[in-house]
């Protein structure tokens, strides 16, 4: 298997996970799909919906969904993560998976129903939607023997049987507290941008301190406006006296503006460690206020060997998001040529090794989340300098 460097790095960690795994029985399609809609919205169409594309001809067969038609950045993803399927399967699926790949258009009600369909059809996993609000839909679809759902949407948390996929802000917050845990920190306060998924957030790193011995001595929601960064400010002053360690998940807001407020009213002394997560990198750190901070992200040496083939096949370079479309297919290919086509259980999704991919070594908890084998960076002079090669428990 000369040329394919990613083959050398996946298949033997994986297969040494499955070597501990036992295949299920049939899977059953008994599912509760739910009739109401929630409030879902449908991104504008680019073009005339694709039709499914087939690829591979394997006796295990799995179901893909991405936004290929859709409007701007989410339609432009969609397509590039067909290109990581489309590579995963030369590399490894062809005699083993058939994978077919749906248009959701972006909408996240066509998305939900396309994975129920999916799912009581016969598929052995569904990979995707992007969808947010769809992958929510699917976590409260009632049904234990249901195929596994490799979610592939930004933030969302994982519910069991339907598996977050991308790093998620939450992994990334507690992964770098309990790192400082890890070094003798106790009081931690986590101040967390008002939102939807503010509580996973809070769960997840008060789940990952007490490992350590560590307690999050208060999660303070906070509007990114100004005001409300000084208004949360003031309030943990007066609930915290003396934290160790200050974690900051500034969602898709800059971090800077809450950095400026914890700096000025004296919250972040000479001996408190600021924490931020991977959505800190969606803006400059290069600000003097962030100067400091840690922050456990994927490792760029990981991911550089499958950008550099990808590139070399496709003549563009991909996103850490195609890398997970890849690493996904990857996945359940491994599956059906180590146990064939009905190995791909949540018992084997779920096994304690975990998988090695192109993002790194990663596994997937029984209530859906995934923890990431990741380094731990510090911003020093404006820059990401790993200070740990690996943390969060691998």
Not at 98 to 111: C, S
Not at 303 to 314: D, L
Not at 322 to 338: F, I, K, W
Request: net charge positive.
């Amino acid at each position: 298997m000369t040329g394919l460097p990613l083959l050398g790095v996946f298949v033997p960690a994986l297969l040494f996970a499955l070597a501990a795994c036992q295949s299920g029985g049939d899977i059953a399609d008994a599912l509760d799909p739910g009739s109401g809609s929630s409030g879902e919205q449908t991104t504008p169409a680019h073009g005339s919906p694709r039709k499914p594309i087939a690829l591979g001809k394997g006796n295990m067969h799995v179901s893909m969904l991405l936004p290929l038609s859709a409007a701007g950045h989410a339609g432009e993803e969609g397509r590039k993560m067909l290109d990581g399927a489309k590579l995963a399967m030369a590399d490894m699926g062809d005699e083993f998976v058939t994978l077919t790949i749906e248009d959701t258009r972006g909408d996240a009600a066509l998305a939900r129903k396309m994975a129920v369909a999916a799912m009581s059809s016969g598929a052995k996993a569904v990979i995707g939607p992007t969808e947010l609000l769809a992958a929510n839909h699917l976590a409260r679809i009632t049904g234990d023997k249901r195929p596994p759902v490799l979610a592939l949407a930004e933030n969302f948390a994982g519910s069991k049987g339907v598996y977050s996929v991308r790093l998620s802000e939450a992994d990334s917050a507690a992964a770098a507290a309990a790192a400082q845990a890890a070094k003798g920190m106790r009081k931690f306060v986590l101040f967390v941008a008002d939102g939807a998924d503010s509580d996973a957030i809070s769960k997840r790193v008060a789940n990952s301190l007490s490992i350590y011995g560590a307690t999050l001595a208060v999660t303070m929601p906070y509007r990114t406006t100004g005001a409300g960064a000084e208004k949360a400010v003031s309030n943990v002053q007066a609930l915290v006296e003396k934290p160790e360690a200050v974690i900051v998940a500034s969602g898709a807001t800059n971090p800077s503006i809450l950095a400026s407020m914890l700096r000025s009213k004296g919250l972040l002394g000479r001996n408190v460690a600021l924490v931020g997560t991977n959505r800190w990198l969606a803006h400059p750190i290069s600000d003097p206020l962030l100067e400091g901070a840690y922050i456990a992200a994927l490792d760029v040496a990981e991911i550089e060997p499958f950008e550099a083939r990808f590139k070399s096949t496709f003549n563009y370079a991909p996103d850490v998001n195609v890398a997970y479309a890849y690493d996904m297919v990857a996945l359940t290919s491994g599956v059906a040529r180590a146990l064939g086509p009905k190995g791909l259980t949540r018992q084997v999704i779920e096994n304690k090794t975990g998988f090695r991919g192109s993002t790194g070594l990663f596994r997937f908890r029984a209530d859906g989340a995934s923890e990431r084998s990741m380094p731990l960076y510090q911003i020093r002079g404006g820059r990401l300098k790993q200070v740990e090669k690996s943390i969060s428990g691998f």
